[in-house]
């Protein structure tokens, strides 16, 4: 995977909330399709709408904390356009833990579990970030 590169500044942002519970990934996708259209990106808006879902279900799946007692309101997710036409989606979830977060950010268990990204900025024309992956136990 390639470093992540600075990206345009941000012209246009939004952001969406929707319940953190198993409807979350569908709600996403049918604000994101709309808020995309007002934000006028011009890039596949189809495509877009199904990381943001992926995303968003991947927080309710692994970004609750286990066990909790009292409900989560909301999980919250931000579509933003930048100059160079670049689109930019940020999921935020309520858990502040992040198992084995060092090897996450040093690469360290992707490489583990055999993943593979290609990753790009998601600009008109180009392609979305793909990922290949074998299931992998934790360390």
């Known amino acids: ?9 941000v012209l246009r942002e939004t952001e969406l909330k929707v319940p953190a519970d198993p409807s979350a ?3 996403a996708r049918i604000m994101g399709r709309t808020m995309l259209t007002v934000l006028g990106w011009p890039g596949s808006v189809h495509a877009a709408v199904e990381v ?5 279900d991947n927080a309710v799946e692994h970004g609750l904390a286990p066990g909790r007692t ?11 356009v930048t100059e160079a036409g670049e689109l930019v989606i940020d ?7 992040f198992a084995d977060f060092g090897a996450a950010a ?12 290609t ?13 290949k992956a074998r ?5």
């Open 1 to 9: 995977m390639r470093p992540a590169a600075v990206t345009a500044p």
């Open 25 to 27: 990934m569908i709600m």
């Open 52 to 56: 943001l879902g992926h995303l968003v």
């Open 70 to 80: 009292e409900p989560v309101e909301e999980l919250r997710a931000w579509l933003r």
């Open 91 to 97: 999921v935020a979830d309520p858990n502040t833990q």
């Open 106 to 117: 040093g690469g360290t268990l992707a490489a583990a579990c055999g993943a593979s990204s």
């Open 119 to 131: 990753m790009a900025h998601g600009s008109p024309g180009s392609p979305l970030p793909t990922s």
């Open 135 to 139: 299931p992998c136990a934790p360390p």
